[in-house]
Nanobody, 129 residues
Framework: QVQLVESGGGSVQAGGSLRLSCAAS????????MGWFRQAPGKDRDGVAT????????LYAHYVKGRFTISQDYDKNTVYLQMNSLKPEDTAMYYC??????????????????????WGQGTQVTVSS
């Protein structure tokens, strides 16, 4: 069973930065996609960024591209989300997730923000104006 534990959330002012961490434990495949998602009150959960651990391939939602960076520490089995230039609209609960479905291959992404099997408990990010 895969377990994902997020940390690093908090409250910042607009323009500030936070770094989220997601530590994975249990049985994890050596190559897989790990993603960050967020959900604001009353809204659907949206994909933010994902990384294919087999080759450090990354993909971002348009609303965070250029401001957020997803990365991994392969040895620590940990994925990070560096969030810069935060805006009030980034306020949400942020979740880390992992999928064991095919998500990347031959230079192509396959449903990069769908079919995630395992989820963390979430960490709150609040950005004030």
């Amino acid at each position: 069973q895969v377990q994902l534990v997020e940390s690093g959330g908090g409250s910042v002012q607009a323009g500030g930065s936070l770094r989220l961490s997601c530590a994975a434990s249990g049985y994890t495949a050596s190559t897989r996609c790990m993603g960050w998602f967020r959900q604001a009150p009353g809204k659907d959960r949206d994909g933010v960024a994902t990384i294919y651990t087999g080759g450090d391939r990354t993909l971002y939602a348009h609303y965070v591209k250029g401001r957020f960076t997803i990365s991994q520490d392969y040895d620590k089995n940990t994925v990070y989300l560096q969030m810069n230039s935060l805006k009030p609209e980034d306020t949400a609960m942020y979740y880390c997730a992992e999928t064991n479905k095919v998500c990347y291959g031959d230079g192509n992404w396959y449903n990069p923000f769908l079919n995630y099997n395992y989820w963390g408990q979430g960490t709150q990010v609040t950005v004030s104006s």
